[in-house]
């Protein structure tokens, strides 16, 4: 590789890497702190006939132009704030601008997801549904931590002794 070339790449992944590590944090972190109205909404589609997703395209399509202009101020919030912490502005009046956007974009969405549930005909499967779903949150939280732990396991076998398989790795899952 021509050595002219590897400061502007270097330069290019650093600044790639802040501004997606700027983006994980201010945009959530990958969608694990979803609001509840957005799964009420796709609960409710989830359970409507053919016909009654027949007419939510038209709530849908009405509802489409206000939630991209309040999707497109969250994003310019966004996008100040980034602009404020790169030049060393304060970044109080962006911040107070992000969470009035995030909350009109927010009531927009929940208004919407209310919408399109009183239009369900059969909210009981709905509810049912919801239920059954709530339940499995724990049951992932101890997938996800059995998960940890098996690579947790995978590292300290890789750093030691390296005679650890996979086997090994479950048995020490199942002891804990």
């Given at each position: 590789m021509n050595k002219r070339w590897i400061a502007p790449i270097a330069a290019a992944l650093i600044g790639t890497g802040f501004l997606a590590a700027t983006a994980f944090a201010y945009g959530g972190g990958g969608g694990h702190g979803r609001h509840h109205?957005?799964?009420?909404?796709g609960l409710c589609i989830g359970v409507m006939s053919p016909t009654q997703k027949a007419a939510l395209r038209s709530t849908l399509g009405s509802s489409w132009a206000t939630l991209k202009t309040d999707s497109q101020a969250v994003r310019s919030a966004k996008a100040a704030i980034t602009h404020d912490i790169l030049y060393g502005n304060s970044v109080t009046t962006d911040e107070a601008a992000l969470a009035t956007a995030e909350s009109t974009l927010q009531s927009a969405k929940d208004s919407l997801a209310a919408q399109v549930c009183s239009?369900?005909?059969?909210?009981?499967?709905?509810?049912?549904?919801?239920?059954?779903l709530q339940a499995l949150h724990p049951e992932e939280q101890t997938l996800h931590q059995d998960t940890h732990s098996d690579f947790q396991a995978a590292r300290a076998a890789q750093s030691g002794s390296g005679g650890g398989t996979v086997s090994d790795l479950k048995g020490t899952r199942s002891a804990q």
């Open positions: 109205g957005d799964s009420a909404m239009n369900v005909t059969n909210i009981g499967a709905v509810q049912t549904l919801y239920g059954q």
